[in-house]
């Protein structure tokens, strides 16, 4: 089974679908109708990092998020979260808008909230999209229209206005989402905990290999480490990101230590030494087997290419 894709940034998520650069790390609008000039049509199973919600006015073929189709050419609301498995084949005349953003960009609404508490249709994999009276769609559109405007013509205090529509709007949507749940009861206290830990581990990992740290017995390149700094059993840990990224928590270490190194190789004049020492490895041989184990070439000739 081919590995799934996964996209950790914006300009990832943007190149992966074959659609032009966001203008912004943190957020991006768009209307279904400029994306369907070069978007793929087809894609296969994926996750990627961000919150989005979406109008879908019109459109053919189908939209799988979570466990829920968008199918067929019903109007809906629908939404994506972080390490939710998405994948579509849609027929290319699909209308309506999006909005894609960060955790960052969620707390320049409130520092302190959490999105998913705030606005739970966000968590389940079962939440079906809502559907949209035309009264709903020209309320909606209205709100997605002045986004949109706004990420456009990048007027004075553009950013600052653009946060608090789409707080406005994430509040509209959970108006109508508490309408069209209301009696069904879905538990989502697991997936909220689970995505809180695997962004706890990430945010760990980050700080963990700041090349100021220094560490005598475990090392910052061991899944232990994490799992003692989390008080929780390196078993657990591995299990619960494996289920919400779809990799074994190895992995997104390795990964880091990975995009770091390039990083260092490419932007640094630090020898390779002096590169595997700001990566705690105490032997630079460890760090150069790594590096052409993951990457087919030695740290020397990745710097020279």
């Known amino acids: 089974m081919p590995e799934l894709l996964h996209f950790s940034t914006l300009v990832e998520y943007c190149h992966g679908v074959n659609i032009s650069p966001p203008k ?21 199973h994926f996750k990627h990092e961000f919150y ?48 894609i953003f960060s955790e960052d960009f969620f707390r320049r609404l409130k520092p302190d909230a959490k999105i998913t508490r705030q606005f739970p249709f966000f968590l389940s994999d079962y939440t079906i999209p809502l559907t949209v009276t035309p009264d709903d769609i020209s309320i909606f559109e209205r709100v997605f229209e002045h986004i949109y405007r706004e990420h456009q013509t990048g ?31 879905i538990s989502t206290h697991q997936r909220d905990g689970d995505i809180n830990l695997v962004s706890r581990f990430k945010s760990l990992i980050e700080t963990s290999f700041y090349s100021n740290q220094y560490y005598e017995d475990q090392t ?42 390039k990083s260092k190789l490419r932007n640094t004049g630090l020898s390779i030494k002096e590169v595997a020492f ?13 590096f052409k184990k993951k990457t087919g070439m030695s740290p020397g000739d990745f710097r020279s290419k």
Not at 79 to 94: E, R, T
Not at 156 to 183: P, S
Not at 278 to 290: A, I, K, R, T
Request: negative net charge; aromatic residues 12%; hydrophobic residues 40%.
């Open 24 to 44: 912004s790390d943190l957020y991006d609008i768009r209307t279904f109708e400029e994306n369907m000039v070069s978007v793929r049509h087809q894609m296969p």
């Open 52 to 99: 989005a919600i979406a109008l879908k006015i019109d459109g053919g073929g189908f939209a799988t998020t979570g466990n829920y189709d968008t199918k067929d050419r019903l109007a809906t609301i629908f939404f994506n979260s972080p390490y939710q498995i998405i994948h579509w084949d849609i027929v290319p005349d699909w209308k309506g808008y999006y909005v």
């Open 155 to 185: 007027g004075k205090l553009h950013q600052e206005i653009i946060v608090d529509l789409v707080h406005i709007l994430l509040l509209k949507t959970k108006r109508l989402y508490d309408e069209q749940q209301a009696g069904v009861e």
């Open 220 to 261: 910052p390149h061991q899944v232990q480490f994490y799992a003692e700094k989390l008080a929780i059993h390196p078993n657990h840990l591995n299990a619960v990101v494996k289920r919400i990224s779809g990799k074994s928590a190895l992995e997104l270490i390795q990964q880091h230590v990975l995009s770091s190194a």
């Open 278 to 290: 700001q990566l705690h490895y105490q032997y630079p041989n460890h760090f150069s087997s790594f």
